[in-house]
């Protein structure tokens, strides 16, 4: 059984969780249709460290997951708003 650790309800099994896609800048309003596109449709996938948005379901609780894609290892879990606050700093 594989465990990730949710920020607020601690070690789960990960069959608690729903996968939610790569954490990337979303386009602006307006963007150009190719540029939204190229967020909708191309991931990174190169076999490296990515931040992943999940969400442990019985909770419906959204947090972010440093995940190594070629080993399939839960670096880290942290708070959505920890990420959001380091987007914000200048």
Request: proline share 10%; with cysteine.
């Amino acid at each position: 059984m594989k465990i990730m650790t949710c920020p607020l309800n601690g070690p789960r099994n990960i069959s608690e969780f729903s996968y939610g896609g790569e954490v990337r800048a979303r386009p602006r309003p307006g963007a150009d249709p190719a540029v939204v596109a190229d967020y909708l449709f191309h991931k990174t996938n190169q076999p490296d460290v990515v931040r992943e948005w999940w969400c442990h379901v019985p909770t419906s609780y959204w947090f972010i997951a440093e995940r190594h894609l070629a080993t399939d290892q839960i670096l880290r879990t942290y708070p959505a708003a920890e990420y959001l606050d380091q987007e914000a700093q200048p």
